[in-house]
């Protein structure tokens, strides 16, 4: 079935550094999502990504969809002690949403 | 608050056992969606209900079943419960169901003992 890879499974970073996580997969995607998991909270949508090569942005947070539509990255530029949680994409498959295996931020102030 | 309820908040129970998680959707939302979370596993598919219709089944054990009722609040029924199973439930709802936004409830932590 479907599999979702991201990478890195944790980062550590000093508050004020810059953060990338990477969402992989070995088919084409029609869409991806996005979701930030606070520790001990649900799951929330931040974005979704439908188009090739397409770059939102919220704030300090740039998401992109490659040009093949087969990874996707989340980059959080000056991480805030906020910005803590796991990160995981997720992508539309046979009407299931599948979620890949999540990033997990730790800011230190 | 996504607008999603679930009860309970948390549920401790012994192998062999059975429970109901019940889920409250949005108000408006038609699609309810069951996910298990794990620590070894992540974040886990287990079932879509449409307006009362199931629409889509993902790794849901035989020993496990769902039903959405006509206000559209939905339970996940877990039976003869073993150690494993002990997890993360979540539930999250949709407008259509289809290619969306998810709002995720605040999950019932289920622990088998």
């Known amino acids: 079935g479907q599999q979702v890879m991201q990478i890195p499974q944790y980062q550590h970073v000093q508050e004020g550094e810059d953060f990338t996580t990477y969402c992989n997969s070995s088919?084409?995607?029609?869409?991806i999502q996005w979701y930030k998991q606070r520790p001990g909270g649900h799951p929330v949508f931040l974005i979704q990504?439908?188009?090739?090569?397409e770059v939102k942005k919220q704030k300090r947070l740039t998401f992109q969809f490659g040009e093949a539509k087969k990874n996707s990255s989340l980059h959080i530029t000056a991480t805030q002690t906020t910005d803590v949680g796991t990160y995981f994409c997720?992508?539309?498959?046979?009407?299931?949403?599948?979620f890949g295996t999540g990033t997990r931020l730790q800011v230190f102030p | 608050d996504s607008g999603v309820t679930q009860t309970p908040k948390h549920l401790i129970t012994a192998t062999g056992q059975r429970v109901t998680l019940r889920c409250s959707p949005r108000?408006?939302?038609?699609?309810v969606y069951w996910y298990q979370q794990s620590l070894d596993q992540g974040l886990q598919f287990l079932i879509q209900?449409?307006?009362?219709?199931?629409?889509a089944k993902g790794n849901i054990l035989e020993r496990f079943s769902a039903q959405q009722f006509p206000d559209l609040h939905s339970e996940l029924n877990l039976s003869s419960l073993e150690l494993g199973d002990s997890a993360l439930y979540f539930c999250?709802?949709?407008?259509?169901?289809?290619?969306?936004?998810?709002?995720f409830g605040p999950g019932t932590r289920l622990t088998v003992t």
């Open positions: 999250a709802s949709s407008a259509t169901g289809e290619l969306g936004e998810q709002y």
């Open positions: 088919t084409t995607l029609s869409n």
């Open positions: 990504l439908v188009k090739s090569g």
């Open positions: 997720a992508v539309y498959n046979t009407d299931k949403l599948i």
């Open positions: 108000s408006g939302d038609l699609s």
């Open positions: 209900y449409y307006n009362g219709e199931e629409r």
